[in-house]
């Protein structure tokens, strides 16, 4: 990964290959900008601009907020890759928040999944330098704390992403249960593995059939960090699916492709743990990881079958392609029992989440508005786009079914990310509907084509979302203790 260096010196004074600048108005008069050189290159502000006397690139950047930062960062370490610059340098007009979003977009765009590459490029960029002396304030900041948050997001972003890069036929359940226990082994995290057997005990019905003509067996991943004086507890929930073929009902080819990657929930939990642990909240969270393949064979599971679910319903299956909400009925069912302040389950579940709020954001759904609400702004201020979606009777009464309690798929085919969720919010007791939340994360868990931070491949999803999330809840409740003192 890219070293950032925090320098306490004038921007001019740091030694680096390359200057990187970031141009908001290219009328705006300061050293760093060559405005000779701009003006004969016919610099525009509408693309980046390498000036190879000077060595130094301009980056346009519309405003000076984190979305634009984050962006700016990735714009540059994305250029730079073309160069054989070793070291670079930067710096800033305003705070700490500008630099630990450029930071975080340039880390995260730097990464790339080569493990089946024979030939990999070298990458020449190594270290970005980032004067701390802010230039038109000449402010000091001397707060590195930013900086290590910024590597432990980073980290557990690109620990999610290679999980979910990874091919089906090694990063299968046990392959998952395995890195699950070295995460723990690696952070202050117990790690549990259910294997099939336990499943069966545990009357899991709905997770069993899914995973029944796979020859994987299927693991339930259970992590828990549990610091000395938690503040509250929170459980996760990731569908963890290492391959989804759509079982009978059959995924036509062009859409089973990429289905590797819905295991993304899961793997996001994943991340979200670790960096839970590194940053030493002072709050107890579980992950609990559904991880199974869905595939077809003689004793799959069928349209017409009935399951019966943990929590006691009865589930009429008339799509094998609508697997991820039954291994989640019963993860959502194992999760209650830990009584959580907060339940959160991350999932790529629907193909209509994609269609309706498209391939960049995610879905939240749950019954309590509030913290609907909160899950959003906390996510949107660490750079995941979101969007709630909401719940209504007519849309439950089309999961209705003839002969079982629920059904698997709904009657219509418009509304499926709702219906989807309709149908998980069956399985959450009562005392803990306003506690719930269902992330759909099906849209932007895999870019084929790069956008934004993120590059080819598994984007982690959820893990930046989740880890703020929890963050701004912990603060919240410290905020609203210090209140009520008063
Ligand atoms: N894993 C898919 C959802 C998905 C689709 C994720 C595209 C990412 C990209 C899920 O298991 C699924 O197949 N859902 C079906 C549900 C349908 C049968 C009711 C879908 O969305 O088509
Ligand atoms: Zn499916
Ligand atoms: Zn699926």
Redesign the pocket.
């Known amino acids: 990964m890219l070293q950032i260096t925090l320098k306490n010196e004038n921007f001019t004074k740091i030694d680096a290959d390359v200057s990187v600048v970031l141009v908001i108005d290219k009328n705006l008069k300061h050293e760093w900008i060559n405005h000779k050189s701009l003006k004969k290159w016919g610099f525009t502000s509408q693309s980046v601009f390498l000036d190879q006397g000077d060595c130094t690139l301009y980056i346009p950047i519309e405003k000076l907020d984190s979305d634009c930062l984050r962006e700016a960062g990735a714009l540059a370490v994305r250029t730079l890759a073309n160069y054989t610059f070793k070291t670079a340098k930067i710096g800033f007009y305003g705070d700490d928040s500008q630099m630990s979003a450029f930071a975080l977009g340039a880390l995260l765009s730097e990464y790339s999944y080569t493990e089946f590459k024979s030939k990999t490029k070298e990458k020449s960029l190594q270290e970005l330098f980032i004067s701390t002396q802010t230039y038109l304030f000449k402010k000091h900041t001397t707060n590195q704390e930013w900086l290590k948050k910024v590597y432990i997001l980073a980290e557990s972003t690109n620990l999610a992403r290679d999980l979910v890069n990874t091919p089906p036929q090694i990063a299968t359940p046990k392959y998952l249960a395995n890195k699950a226990k070295e995460i723990a082994q690696s952070n202050k995290i117990q790690c549990k593995i259910l294997t099939k057997k336990d499943l069966k005990s545990e009357k899991m019905g709905a997770f069993l059939a899914v995973s029944r003509a796979s020859s994987r067996s299927p693991k339930l991943i259970h992590l828990s960090f549990k610091p000395k004086q938690p503040k509250a507890k929170i459980v996760l929930v990731g569908?963890g699916?290492t391959y989804?073929s759509?079982g009978l009902?059959l995924?036509p080819a062009d859409?089973m492709v990429?289905?590797k990657?819905?295991k993304?929930g899961g793997c996001a939990v994943l991340g979200i743990m670790n960096a839970i642990s590194r940053l030493g909240l002072e709050v107890e969270v579980h992950g609990i990881i559904g991880a199974t393949e869905?595939m077809i064979g003689g004793n799959a599971y069928k349209p017409d079958d009935v399951l019966i679910s943990r929590e006691g319903k009865s589930i009429e299956v008339r799509?094998t392609?609508?697997?991820?909400?039954l291994v989640l009925c019963d993860c959502l069912s194992y999760a209650q029992d830990l009584k959580p302040d907060v339940l959160i389950d991350f999932?790529?579940?629907?193909?209509?989440?994609?269609v309706g709020l498209g391939e960049y954001t995610s879905g939240i759904m749950g019954y309590d508005e509030s913290l609907k609400i909160a899950f959003e702004t906390s996510a949107l201020d660490s750079g995941e786009l979101v969007a709630r979606l909401p719940f209504n009777r007519h849309i439950k009464k089309l999961i209705e079914s003839k002969i079982a309690d629920v059904s698997?798929?709904?009657s219509s085919r418009y509304g499926?990310a709702i219906?989807?969720g309709m149908f998980l919010g069956e399985f959450i007791r009562d005392e803990f509907k306003n506690k719930w939340l269902h992330i759909d994360i099906?849209?932007p868990?895999?870019v084929e084509k790069e956008w934004d931070i993120n590059p080819f491949g598994a984007s982690g999803a959820g893990v930046r979302a989740g880890v703020a999330f929890i963050t701004d809840y912990i603060q919240n409740l410290d905020f609203a203790n210090t209140k009520g003192k008063k």
């Not at 999932?347 to 994609?354: E, K, Q, S």
């Open positions: 569908k699916l989804d759509g009902s995924k859409f990429t289905m990657a819905d993304s869905n799509n392609d609508a697997e991820g909400r999932a790529t579940l629907t193909g209509a989440c994609v698997n798929v709904a499926g219906s989807a099906a849209g868990a895999y």
